[in-house]
T-cell receptor, first 115, second 114 residues
Framework: SAVISQKPSRDICQRGTSLTIQCQVDSQVTMMFWYRQQPGQSLTLIATANQGSEATYESGFVIDKFPISRPNLTFSTLTVSNMSPEDSSIYLC????????????FGEGSWLTVV | AQKITQTQPGMFVQEKEAVTLDCTYDTSDQSYGLFWYKQPSSGEMIFLIY??????QNATEGRYSLNFQKARKSANLVISASQLGDSAMYFCAMRESNDYKLSFGAGTTVTVRA
């Protein structure tokens, strides 16, 4: 199975600031995704990180607020820009590893609290 | 319309007993995949089990088994011989053939009592 590392695991941020979350995978993967989980809620897909091109954003999410980079097949970053308390969530990186069957793995998550 | 429905917000189970978590789904696709994840209080999402729509047998992974009833569009997770460490939130999710993303249910919180 893929090993996915996310940094930071937790952070407390001041409103109005931005934070970048990193996702590193131990093997090359085709598809990488970023999800948000607000407190007490289920997961919502923010965007698909595409290698070599702009990310594909889901309805309700925009690049200016959640810029994403994917410089290669093992790494991606998600930035949460101009944060407000409503951005307090767990942000999860996910990869699709069809090589070992139909399995979609998640990183450990990044807990962000905006104060 | 909600694609994944988990109707049990929370459940209590006695240690060593089995528990069934309900999941129903809605899709018009013939080809799709169903996933179950465990999320402990630490926040990570742990993959448990996968069932493909064309799989003839119910998936099993250790103490986890999936009761797949295609005609009823249900994919219930059964955890046998519950352990204290099974206390967590459990999410059912689906990916359809024409989509790349997972659609998640609301989740079920399981609390295992000693």
């Amino acid at each position: 199975s893929a090993v996915i590392s996310q940094k930071p695991s937790r952070d407390i941020c001041q409103r109005g600031t931005s934070l970048t979350i990193q996702c590193q995978v131990d093997s090359q993967v085709t598809m990488m995704f970023w999800y948000r989980q607000q407190p007490g809620q289920s997961l919502t897909l923010i965007a698909t990180a595409n290698q070599g091109s702009e990310a594909t954003y889901e309805s309700g999410f925009v690049i200016d607020k959640f810029p994403i980079s994917r410089p290669n097949l093992t790494f991606s970053t998600l930035t949460v820009s101009n944060m407000s308390p409503e951005d307090s969530s767990i942000y999860l990186c996910s990869v699709d590893q069809l090589v070992s069957g139909n399995t979609i793995y998640f990183g450990e998550g990044s807990w962000l609290t905006v104060v | 319309a909600q694609k994944i429905t988990q109707t049990q917000p929370g459940m209590f189970v006695q240690e060593k007993e089995a528990v069934t978590l309900d999941c129903t789904y809605d899709t018009s696709d013939q080809s799709y995949g169903l996933f179950w994840y465990k999320q402990p209080s630490s926040g990570e999402m742990i993959f448990l089990i996968y069932q493909g729509s064309y799989d003839e047998q119910n998936a099993t992974e250790g103490r986890y088994s999936l009761n797949f009833q295609k005609a009823r569009k249900s994919a219930n997770l059964v955890i046998s011989a519950s352990q204290l460490g099974d206390s967590a939130m459990y999410f059912c999710a689906m990916r359809e053939s024409n989509d790349y993303k997972l659609s998640f249910g609301a989740g079920t919180t399981v609390t295992v009592r000693a």
